[in-house]
Structures are given as C-alpha cells and as structure tokens.
C-alpha cells in the first residue's frame, strides 16, 4: 500500500511510524547513521529552536547527539 503511494516499485522498502515521538527518533537516527558513513562524522550535533518538539532532545540524549 504505502509503495503504491510513494511510487515505489515492487523492491522498495522501507518503514512506517505512527508519528511523534518515534518518527522524530527514527529520522534522528536515519540522519546520524547516514553521515557517520558518508561523511565520517562521529560527534554529531543538532541545532534546535527552544521551541522544538521535547522529542528531539530525547532523539538526542538515547543516540549520542549534542543539542
């Protein structure tokens, strides 16, 4: 179904999250897995407004992330 939206062909993959907090982590993770292999970055860091989902502080403490 989500393939069929998305335009994926018949190999993609992927996964789906409800929203919130769990969304916000994933994309936390998926971002600081892609540049620690892309780019070699291994002390990442996120710049967030203070009005920011609390999500992303939490997305940051669990993975190792500075704010």
């Not at 179904?1 to 789906?16: D, K, L, N, Q, W």
């Not at 291994?42 to 997305?59: E, I, L, R």
Request: glycine fraction near 8%.
């Amino acid at each position: 179904m989500c393939c069929s939206i998305f335009s994926g062909s018949e190999t993609a993959c992927g996964s789906i999250s409800s929203g919130g907090t769990e969304s916000i982590m994933l994309a936390c993770k998926a971002y600081r897995d892609h540049y620690r292999t892309a780019k070699g970055i291994t002390k990442p860091n996120m710049v967030c407004c203070v009005t920011a989902h609390p999500a992303f502080d939490k997305s940051c403490h669990f993975l190792g992330i500075k704010v």
